[in-house]
């Protein structure tokens, strides 16, 4: 028996629209909700087993996205977020009440910089670009997670057509690669 890993993924992916045109995130509060605009579809939606995404109580993955920060607008309550950790590349900025994150940016010189961090489990609506891959799958025994239990795991997220890394995806790796690459004068 695998652990519950998600509870968007652990009854099967829903598959996103190619021409769902985005819609609002909310956090956790009864009252007072800190809320996100979205105005297009999310890209590169994945699992991350990485200790710093924020994940809902109980699961072992994170789900997180990317959008293009100029769709991306804080439209309600904004002065209760703070930045969870000031010297992460990923300035995440969580709801100081319910401990959720509502957006993760990124200011520094940076691969992806001019994209935003976001979980789509915060909206109501559906359409959103379902995870295709899992990233940072051995970080998960860094939080506690029996390390013998891993090859079930893997096994579960392949399972679900969602291929696992230990980092980022092939694709994510190469971009980030390349930014260096070209950093460093060597491209
Ligand atoms: N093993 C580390 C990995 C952390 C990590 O590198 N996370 C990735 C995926 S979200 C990242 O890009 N982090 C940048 C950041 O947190 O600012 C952990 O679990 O804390
Ligand atoms: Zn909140
Ligand atoms: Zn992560």
């Known amino acids: 028996m695998t652990p519950?890993?998600?509870?968007?993924?652990?009854?099967g992916l829903k598959k996103?629209?190619?021409?769902?045109?985005?819609?609002?995130?909310?956090?956790?509060?009864?009252?007072?909700?800190?809320?996100?605009s979205l105005s297009s579809n999310v890209l590169h939606n994945?699992?991350?087993?990485?200790?710093?995404c924020w994940k809902p109580k109980g699961a072992l993955f994170a789900?997180?996205?990317v959008v293009p920060v100029e769709n991306v607008k804080v439209v309600?309550?904004?002065d209760k977020l703070v930045v969870v950790d000031k010297s992460a590349v990923?300035?995440?900025?969580?709801?100081?009440?319910?401990?959720?994150?509502?957006l993760g940016r990124i200011e520094q010189d940076h691969a992806f910089k001019g994209l935003d961090f976001v979980h789509v489990e915060l909206s109501d609506e559906k359409g959103w670009q379902e995870p295709q891959f899992a990233a940072f799958v051995s970080s998960t025994i860094e939080?506690?997670?029996?390390?013998?239990?891993?090859?079930?795991?893997?096994?579960?997220?392949r399972s679900l057509g969602l291929e696992p890394y230990d980092a980022l995806s092939p694709a994510l790796m190469d971009a980030l690669?390349?930014?260096t690459g070209k950093k460093l004068g060597k491209l």
């Open 143 to 157: 939080q506690g997670f029996d390390p013998k239990e891993m090859d079930g795991v893997r096994a579960r997220l």
């Open 177 to 179: 690669s390349t930014f």
């Open 63 to 65: 789900i997180i996205a």
């Open 16 to 36: 996103g629209r190619s021409d769902f045109p985005g819609g609002k995130l909310h956090c956790h509060c009864r009252n007072d909700r800190v809320e996100v």
């Open 76 to 78: 309600a309550n904004r």
């Open 90 to 102: 990923i300035q995440r900025y969580a709801c100081k009440h319910c401990g959720v994150h509502l």
């Open 46 to 52: 994945h699992v991350c087993g990485c200790s710093k």
């Open 4 to 11: 519950p890993l998600h509870p968007l993924i652990d009854n």
